[in-house]
């Protein structure tokens, strides 16, 4: 079905921050898959780990336990601070749990039509409840009814939330960083008020951390940065490096709602892809590469902001990690096809919006790579 808008390229190998199409020209992968592959392409450790896996066993079932589900569970818990883990396959999925973590946490607290906040420009998927949940008219048109319990305020302004006085609100979900909805950090107290906010009227804090998480920002997880802990928080995008697999952590008593019968996914967790996930996190730490997101982020910010400061079509320069957005002051979508070109993939996020999101292994000289092409078809490609 003719679902997306695709580039006329089709790549057919991939070797760290590069992908190789089927004329063996090379192009640097600026956004990894979407945010997806946090050690490039073809590492040998996923390598390694999905051979060995895929040679023993791939799929079990949620009938039985699983070994390295179990334990990827018990590392994303030691990492994040929360209590348990549920295993989907994607991000939309990952926030399905969330959303019905909530729905329960409502009606045990005798609450019949739970609500949750939710924001503009926000993106949590295309199902139906995670796009009734998510920002952007464009998602959710044409697809009405939408799924009820959903209470829209503007990103990053406390007020609007706590203006809300509403009995039925159980919840507020929330992206640390806004991803598609253009790369918006939020005041850096925003998520701390959020979660005072959250303590004080008995509501979970739900982070939605799908593209956010493993190391994008520079910590394994954005609220890390702020020190604080939500109550659930999900991931999907980087877990497995482009195996399909989602999470939705929980905390307290958000953690002890969906039991045996009230949720469940025939593949989510299965042996294969928690091997890979497994496999992310060793390397991550092995190799430091949260940390190097941090660092590198900023030497990126740096660099862009320097060779760009005198251009007047570049309205802002942002990022937190890896996780980096250029502004211009009008739509740069052909600016996408433009980087094919000169052999750089990158993406535009909000008509207006660079994005960027290279892997966490990206280079000293690879990154120079980056900001001298990407500098270039912007002084160049408008
Ligand atoms: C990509 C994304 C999703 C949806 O993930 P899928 O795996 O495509 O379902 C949800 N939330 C955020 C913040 C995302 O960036």
Known sequence: MPTYARLPVSFTKGEGAWLIDSNDERYLDA?????????????????????????????????YTIENQEKLAAKLIALSGLDNVFFSNSGAEA????????????????????????????????????????????????????????????????????????????????????????????????????????????????????????GRTGSYFAYQHVGITPDVCTLAKGLGNGLPIGACLARGEAAATLIAGTHGSTFGGNPLVCSAALAVLETLEKESLVQRAEALGKILLESFRDKLKDNPSVTDIRGRGLMIAIDLDRPCGELVSKALDQRILINVTATNTIRLLPPLILSDEEAQILVDKVTSLIQHGL
């Not at 073809?42 to 780990?49: E, G, I, N, Q, T």
């Not at 329960?104 to 503009?120: D, F, Q």
């Open 95 to 214: 926030n399905e749990a969330a959303l019905k973590i909530a729905r329960l946490y409502g009606h045990h607290r005798g609450i019949e039509k739970p609500a949750v906040i939710v924001m503009e420009n926000s993106f949590h998927g295309r199902t139906l409840a995670t796009l009734s949940a998510t920002g952007n008219p464009k998602v959710r048109q044409g697809f009405e009814p939408l799924v009820e319990g959903f209470i829209r305020v503007p990103f990053d302004n406390i007020e609007r939330v706590s203006d809300i006085r509403d009995s039925n609100v159980v919840g507020v979900l929330v992206e640390p960083i806004q991803g598609e909805g253009g790369v918006n950090i939020p005041a850096s107290d925003y998520l701390s008020r959020l979660r005072e906010l959250c303590d004080q009227r008995g509501w979970l804090l739900m982070l939605d951390e799908v593209q956010t998480g493993i």
């Open 31 to 63: 956004i990894s898959g979407i945010g997806v592959c946090q050690l490039g392409h073809a590492h040998p450790a996923v390598r390694d780990a999905i051979s060995r896996q895929a040679g023993n066993l791939i799929h079990t079932s949620n009938l």
